[in-house]
């Protein structure tokens, strides 16, 4: 989470919160503090409607979550799978033995992913999201490398992971944090994500895996999967290095089985060892749940799992967190068995329509050039075409912003940092008449915009930055 530092000496005693004489009872007698400081614990407790109306009234000023077009994150779900969220928000995910019904949910969440991604023996496990599984699939590789090569390399070895520019920064992380050098494709000319022969060229015996995205955050295109695990499939052939490929699919492994069930990016590659996905992104449930699967046992190494029994029983774990909300878990289940195949592919494919045309629209604008056309992930990027001098992305996005849009401006990773681009992710909830309100808008203000001299200028420490 964002890093921060305490308040500035001279706010800590003075900056208090002035509270409304009508939310409070400002009554001496009982101590309760009617003025209650904003960095420092306050020395008496508060009336809970006073306290509750405090925040709630600060996070008014939080963006509206159905108007976010910048994240992949759930922002919608039944009234329900609220109600059932609200129900399990004392579980604790860790305590398996004193809640085996909601480890039983999990159980059968892993299940049912292991048998849409083809792999029926599948291993696996639930995480806070997308990138806590990737340094678990990660952690995997670079043990099963080090068991590959103990007496082969001196221990002095430094093994790689191979992977586009494109890769979300939890793949950066997973290098930094476990010690393995981040072998980037950097991005060439129309080529903005990883394939076959630049994923190979990177190769050596030292390397780990390569992961593979479906899809890119950055423009919501598919990584060729088949493509990269054939080359891989000729290395090992030709240099006898057997490396394994790890599939990201934060977001497109809840989309390509129901959209594109021929595309073959999942198990039924030999060579794809583990995937990931994010529950809380087209898994459709609320903020934080995610999923790791392997292969099958042999892709796990054994001592990388944990058996504790000091909350009774002795299940297996593998997690980086102890203690972790079962709600998302217990939501997961509910999503699973409520929209059932057909449900979620109804729900994607209309996701997928909007994004389309969407984006059709956009690019008839005249305006804009398409970088990808919502057709894979239902996610699109484009940016100014040529002949516009007169403003750029980043004023595009400032102006939104004044309507209550949220989509980011941002600069591509090497080799393409020449490179700005809008984002929009089409997700559940966000409407067709969402979508004709949005090109109003859009319209609208391109109007203006075009009126313009030249851009205003790169926010700095804006708000417009990228959300991953
Ligand atoms: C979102 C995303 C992640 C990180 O996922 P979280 O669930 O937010 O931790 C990793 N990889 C890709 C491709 C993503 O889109």
Redo the contacts with the bound molecule.
């Keep these: 989470m964002t890093l921060h530092k305490g308040a500035p000496a001279a706010d800590r005693k003075h900056i208090r919160h002035p509270v409304n004489p009508f939310y409070g009872e400002a009554d001496p007698v009982s101590g309760m503090e009617t003025s209650p400081p904003r960095h420092t614990l306050p020395e008496s407790p508060l009336a809970p409607h006073a306290a509750y109306q405090f925040v709630h009234d600060e996070l008014m000023l939080d963006g509206n979550a159905r108007l976010n077009l910048a994240t992949?994150?759930t922002t919608w779900m039944e009234p329900q799978a609220g109600v059932l969220m609200a129900e399990c928000r004392d579980k604790n995910m860790i305590d398996k033995d004193e809640y085996p019904r909601t480890a039983e949910l999990e159980r059968r969440c892993v299940a049912m992913l292991a048998d849409l991604w083809h792999a029926p023996d599948a291993v696996g496990c639930s995480t806070?999201?997308?990138?806590?599984a990737?340094m678990l699939a990660g952690m995997a590789l670079k043990r099963r490398w080090m068991h590959r090569n103990a007496d082969r390399y001196p221990a002095s070895a430094r093994p790689n992971l191979v992977m586009g520019a494109n890769?979300?920064v939890?793949w950066e992380k997973f290098c930094n944090f476990w010690e393995v050098e981040a072998r980037q494709v950097p991005m060439q000319g129309d080529r903005f994500h990883l394939d076959a022969d630049s994923a190979t060229a990177l190769c050596d015996e030292n390397t780990i895996g390569v992961v593979a995205?479906l899809g890119?955050?950055f423009d919501g295109s598919y990584e060729p999967v088949a493509d990269i695990c054939a080359a891989l499939d000729d290395l090992h052939e030709k240099k006898g290095w057997d490396i394994p490929v790890h599939v990201?699919g934060?977001?497109g492994a809840m989309i390509a089985p129901f959209l594109d069930p021929e595309l073959k990016w999942d198990f039924r590659l030999p060579r794809v060892a583990s995937i990931n996905t994010?529950g809380?992104?087209y898994g459709l449930v609320y903020p934080?749940v995610?999923w790791a699967l392997w292969r099958d046992e042999e892709a796990l190494p054994e001592e990388l799992v944990f058996r504790v029994n000091y909350l009774g029983g002795d299940m297996p774990t593998f997690a980086l967190n102890f203690s972790r909300p079962g709600a998302q878990v217990a939501a997961q289940y509910y999503t699973f068995l409520r929209l059932g195949r057909a449900g979620f592919r109804a729900v994607q494919q209309a996701t997928r329509d909007v994004a389309r045309s969407m984006a059709e629209r956009i690019g008839s604008l005249g305006d804009f050039e398409l970088l990808t056309r919502g057709d894979e992930l239902p996610v699109f990027a484009f940016t100014t075409a040529a002949h516009v001098t007169a403003y750029d992305v980043f004023d595009v996005s400032r102006r939104l912003k004044e309507r209550g849009w949220l989509i980011p401006a941002y600069t591509f990773p090497p080799d393409r940092e020449d490179l700005s681009v809008l984002r929009v992710v089409c997700r559940n909830g966000f409407s067709q008449d969402l979508a004709d309100l949005f090109l109003a808008d859009l319209e609208q203000l391109l109007q203006e915009l075009r009126e313009q001299r030249g851009p205003l200028g790169r926010p700095e420490n804006e708000a417009t930055a990228f959300h991953?």
């Design positions: 992949f994150v806070t999201g997308s990138s806590e990737c890769v979300q939890c995205i890119s955050t990201d934060a977001s994010s809380h992104k934080g995610g991953h």
